[in-house]
Every structure is written in structure tokens, then in C-alpha cells.
């Protein structure tokens, strides 16, 4: 009767043992901030490139007549629907 119960237990503490491993392994991964880090940096580094991108648009469209402006977002929006089209097309 002793021998099953000596087996479980071994059994019983080897997973107990792997599950502290486990769990110590979550612990040192979760407290691992470099990953959340450089994600901050690469969006503070785009809410920065947009920002200044805004802002240059904002200024040619305070120095531009309404015509220039009419033909640029014209153009722009023409390229894109010739774009889609043709992707759509070929695709």
C-alpha cells in the first residue's frame, strides 16, 4: 500500500515542480518591460512623424488658393480609385 502511494506522491511533486517552474517563468517574462518599451518608442515616434506631416499640410493648405487645393485632392483621390480599380481588376 505504501509503494502507489510513494509513486503519486514522487508523480504529485514532479508536477508540482514543474508547475513552479512554469509559474517562475511567466513571473520573469511578464516583469520584462523592453518589449513594451520599444513599442512606446516606435508609436511616439509616429504620433511625431504625424504630427509634423499634419502640420505641413495644414500650412500648404493655408498658403495654397482654393484651386490648387481642389486639384490636389483631386488627384490624389483619382490615383486612388485607378489604383483600386486596377488592383481589383488584376486580382
Excluded: W
Aim: hydrophobic share 35%.
Amino acid at each position: 500500500m505504501n509503494d502507489p502511494n510513494e509513486r503519486r506522491l514522487e508523480t504529485l511533486s514532479g508536477q508540482i515542480t514543474s508547475l513552479k517552474n512554469i509559474t517562475y517563468d511567466i513571473y520573469t517574462r511578464a516583469s520584462d518591460y523592453s518589449h513594451i518599451d520599444r513599442a512606446n518608442e516606435g508609436f511616439s515616434g509616429l504620433s511625431d512623424s504625424v504630427k509634423r506631416t499634419t502640420n505641413g499640410f495644414f500650412r500648404v493648405v493655408r498658403n495654397a488658393g482654393r484651386r490648387s487645393i481642389f486639384t490636389t485632392v483631386l488627384a490624389i483621390v483619382g490615383s486612388v480609385l485607378i489604383f483600386y480599380y486596377l488592383c481589383k481588376y488584376f486580382l
